[in-house]
């Protein structure tokens, strides 16, 4: 307590000269002679009110301590010293970081996409305001975490340690479902480095497309999701659209998402450069482009099959254009369940590929598909062209699921233990996320 105590008053003294440091972690804490703990090594360090000391979009810091604003290339705040003093906390207390990975890019996705296990998972003896307080450092917004480093030393000087009612010993709380991490990747390393090899040919002007195919639960979001933090870091931007079972949704619905998060996030006088005169048929599905384009012309009427050719093509001749400027990966989730229109659109992206920046992600269970399967026809007809590359997810193998339970519990499992999992859940990651819950639940 007495050194985190000390580091907030040395980020509490930096943030009021408008100083973030960007690379806190316990190798640039050092403790003097006297056992007072001093932060050092500003070599990373931003000043707040002054232009960024490195490339706009290049991930700086060490991952194991990086809040995920900072692992993304986007704007850095004193919040993010927060979340990595958060994160030396966690450690301070538990033993261990907040996140494991086998490699990098699988922590930084976790720090992303994944929450912390609960600190008293690991330590029983941590108070109750104390987890509060590591976990409102390590949320994935800054909005959400305290407002400065004066109101985290204030919450740590609230912290009694010796106060028996705010442990979480023997309270029930010990085996609760929280200290089950959710989200948890391994392994794939075959999938990945197929997935990386599409990113890096489509980074050099050589579009591609693929499908991620699988059984429900097998890990086609998660392993999109990992490779949207590595697009990212190789500063692409990603977009995402996901298809729903449900009756009532609109045509080109995965589209319009992806689409209308593009739009939001753009300058209207470089989204109408980006769009030209296609951005009056995109308008007609994709509403947020009238109001970030006012003054549109109307649409020209025209027959059906002649209005969706035009649509179309002002549709692919965005994506190409935008993607000149910044590379895109566009994830389209659960193509099993798409609309006819929205596989019509695939068809016709998917064969203006050659010369952009776009790669272009599928996923859908295979198990779902019959030869009458809208997606089936599409994809045959794809496949017939040589258009695109299926990477087939199957289940973990018995090693992967040691590893498995090992990251989303923190504890390394017994080798009976996991051989019992691995033969009642062959290996789906939701599976075993399921089975390691309820074993966790019942103590």
């Known amino acids: 307590m007495d050194i985190a105590r000390a580091v907030c008053r040395g980020l509490e003294f930096a943030h009021s000269k408008d ?11 050092w403790l003097t002679s006297d056992g007072i703990a001093k932060i050092g090594d500003f070599g990373l360090a931003v000043a707040t009110d ?24 986007g704007e850095t705040t004193p919040k993010a010293d927060l979340y990595s003093l958060g994160a030396m906390i966690y450690e301070m207390v538990t033993g261990r970081p907040p996140f494991l990975g086998d490699d990098a890019i699988a922590i930084i996705g976790q720090h992303i ?9 690991h330590n029983g003896e941590c108070p109750k305001p104390l987890e509060a307080l590591i976990l409102r450092l390590l949320a994935k917004n800054p909005s959400e975490r305290p407002d400065s480093a004066s109101d985290v030393l204030a919450a740590l000087d609230a912290v009694d340690m010796a106060a028996k009612d705010q442990l979480n010993i023997q309270n029930g709380d010990s085996h609760s479902l929280d200290s089950v991490s959710t989200g948890v990747f391994v392994g794939r390393q075959r999938e990945m480095d197929e997935l990386k090899a599409a990113l890096e040919s489509s980074l050099s002007g ?7 195919v699988g059984e429900p639960g097998i890990g086609k979001t998660r392993t999109s999701q990992e490779l949207a933090t590595y697009a990212n870091l190789r500063n692409s931007q990603v977009l995402w659209g996901r298809c729903y079972e449900e009756q009532g949704v609109p045509p080109y619905w995965p589209w319009v998402q992806a689409i209308r998060s593009y739009v939001r996030d753009r300058d209207p006088q470089q989204l109408s450069a980006e769009m030209g005169a296609g951005a009056v048929d995109i308008a007609e599905i994709v509403s947020d482009v009238k109001e970030r384009l006012p003054g549109l012309p109307v649409a020209q009427t025209l027959d059906p099959e002649q209005a969706r050719f035009r649509l179309f093509d002002s549709i692919t001749s965005f994506f190409r254009t935008a993607s000149q400027k910044q590379p895109l990966v566009l994830i389209l989730d659960d193509l099993h369940w798409a609309d006819k229109p929205s596989l019509l659109l695939l068809e016709f992206v998917a064969r203006e590929l050659s010369g952009t920046r776009l790669l272009l992600i599928g996923t859908y269970r295979d198990m779902e598909l019959s030869r009458q399967h809208p997606l089936a026809e599409s994809l045959g007809a794809l496949t017939r062209e040589g258009i695109f590359q299926r990477v087939l997810l199957r289940g ?31 290996g789906n990651p939701l599976f075993v996320t399921e089975v390691v819950r309820l074993l966790v639940q019942e103590g």
């Open 19 to 29: 100083i973030v440091h960007r690379d806190l972690k316990p190798g640039n804490v």
């Open 50 to 73: 002054r232009s960024r000391l490195t490339t706009e979009g290049m991930m700086v810091g060490t991952v194991s301590y990086m809040p995920p604003e900072q692992a993304m290339g």
């Open 113 to 121: 996409n994944t929450p912390p296990v609960a600190p008293t998972w």
């Open 206 to 212: 050589q579009g591609r497309m693929v499908t991620l």
């Open 396 to 426: 973990l193998t018995l090693e992967d699921v040691g590893r498995f339970i090992e990251v989303a519990t923190g504890i390394a499992p017994q080798d009976s233990l996991v051989s019992a999992v691995y033969t009642q859940t062959e």
